[in-house]
């Protein structure tokens, strides 16, 4: 994809980002292009320049989420070792790609199928969801899960951790997302670990 050039200032880019930040605050059902146009202080034309929909819009938006989750799930390919540390791995990067993309992320939590584009998102979010369950019972067949916990609401309790980091973190100058995936991983495999 292209990225097309309009008037000054109003490149793809910060389109989308001011698009995302209506999206989180009025719902993307809320949101009409007349909404964004005004926020902007352009034309829905000038924004059609970019984009032919504000289904396209949303589609930027979530991929940019599931993207960066789905490249920290293709990292743990190539690592070498226990599942559990792999596991870790995913759940330090997922923080971290929270954190780099935190309004994106925020959007993709939101969606509801409401839309064609939000059955994609959401349909991506379930393979996620069964790539992270793999590790979990690969974890558990290696002997470092406790035995007795469903794979499956395990790895819903992990992300459903990370997840909530949208409705409360906000970053501040200085702060490190390796601090914050500390805390999370501390929190999450002293509980899940067998001793």
């Not at 008037?7 to 930040?21: I, M, N, Q, T, W």
């Not at 994106?104 to 969606?111: A, D």
């Not at 790539?131 to 992990?158: F, N, Y």
């Not at 970053?171 to 997302?177: E, I, L, Q």
């Amino acid at each position: 994809m292209t990225t097309k050039r309009g008037r000054p200032g109003y490149d793809l880019e910060s389109l989308l980002l001011v698009a995302v930040k209506l999206f989180n605050e009025r719902g993307y059902d809320g949101t009409s292009m007349e909404d964004l146009a005004r926020k902007l202080g352009i034309t829905k034309s000038a924004i059609y320049y970019h984009v032919p929909s504000k289904d396209e819009l949303l589609r930027l938006a979530v991929d940019r989420a599931l993207d960066g989750l789905f490249a920290v799930v293709a990292e743990v390919d190539n690592l070498p070792g226990r599942a559990i540390d792999r596991l870790e791995h995913v759940l330090r990067g997922s923080v971290a790609v929270l954190v780099e993309r935190l309004p994106f992320v925020t959007l993709l939590l939101r969606v509801r199928g409401n839309t064609k584009v939000e059955r994609a998102a959401l349909a991506r979010r379930r393979e996620f969801d069964h790539l992270i369950t793999d590790l979990v019972k690969q974890a558990e067949a290696e002997g470092d899960v406790r035995e007795g916990l469903d794979p499956a609401t395990v790895a819903r309790l992990l992300f459903g951790m990370v997840n909530s980091l949208t409705e409360w973190y906000r970053p501040r100058r200085g702060s490190d997302h390796a601090e914050l995936a500390d805390t999370v991983c501390h929190m999450a495999f002293d509980g899940i670990r067998r001793p």
